[in-house]
């Protein structure tokens, strides 16, 4: 029973490249979050998705910020033109059921570097 | 050993000690919080949920406490073991946009259990 699954692990873009992170739920899971940690820091909430719609991405960056949950495949969080302040680990976690009724279930994150 | 949250937020203590750990939550609303372990290098882990109907709840060699009236959530590990160095954050769900529910984390308590 595989867990949350995000890939890769470890990314390096040189500024204004595009950073592509994939995030696919644990089985039986559609509902996914996308969270950002910076070292030292808790994680900051950045988008709520169920499948094949965004709920709520009161926590991204109007610019340069994506996500999209498709009905297949894994959930992926797009940067765009990346900047050196996108420096963090990026967490995916995901749920059964809508926010607020079971614990939510993280992989182990994408480190981004942005040089 | 005993921690404030944000005003200490690194925790040592001895190995077979009982460890204490405090979150203060800011929204009166919310009903539903949990308590994650984060390792160097890898994603929250849940350890344990209390929802608001509750004061007190236990689990293995941890137990969770709940007081409504302060706002006040703590986590206690009995005879904590090196394996419990981490860090440790509390989390709450708090309403965001319409009706989507965000998990809030608190800041994080560093928690070393020394030898």
């Known amino acids: 029973n595989a867990g949350v699954m995000q890939n890769p692990r470890h990314l390096v873009r040189r500024r204004g490249q595009e950073a592509r992170l994939r995030c696919s739920p644990m089985?039986?899971?559609?509902?996914v979050y996308w969270y950002r940690q910076l070292p030292e820091e808790g994680l900051k909430f950045m988008v709520y998705?169920?499948?094949?719609?965004?709920?709520?991405e009161s926590g991204m960056p109007k610019e340069r910020f994506s996500a999209e949950f498709p009905k297949e495949g894994p959930s992926i969080l797009r940067i765009q033109q990346v900047v050196r302040g996108d420096s963090a680990a990026y967490f995916c976690?995901?749920?059964?059921?809508?926010?607020?009724?079971?614990?939510?279930?993280f992989g182990n994150g994408t480190r981004l570097t942005v040089t | 050993g005993e921690s404030v949250g944000l005003h200490l937020p690194t925790l040592s203590v001895q190995e077979g000690d009982n460890s204490i750990i405090n979150c203060a939550y800011s929204?009166?609303?919310?009903?539903?919080f949990i308590w994650y372990k984060q390792e160097s290098g890898k994603g929250p882990q849940f350890i344990i949920d209390?929802?608001?109907?509750?004061d007190k709840r236990q689990g293995q060699r941890v137990t969770v406490l709940l007081n409504k009236t302060v706002k006040h959530l703590s986590l206690q590990i009995a005879a904590t073991q090196p394996g419990d160095s981490a860090v440790y954050f509390c989390?709450?769900?708090?309403?965001?946009?319409?009706?989507?529910?965000?998990?809030?984390f608190g800041s994080g308590t560093q928690l070393t259990v020394l030898p």
């Open positions: 998705l169920q499948k094949e719609n965004i709920i709520d």
């Open positions: 929204n009166s609303a919310s009903d539903y």
């Open positions: 209390i929802r608001s109907n509750m």
């Open positions: 989390a709450e769900w708090v309403i965001s946009s319409g009706s989507a529910r965000q998990l809030t």
């Open positions: 976690a995901s749920s059964p059921s809508t926010g607020g009724g079971s614990p939510l279930h």
């Open positions: 089985k039986g899971h559609s509902h």
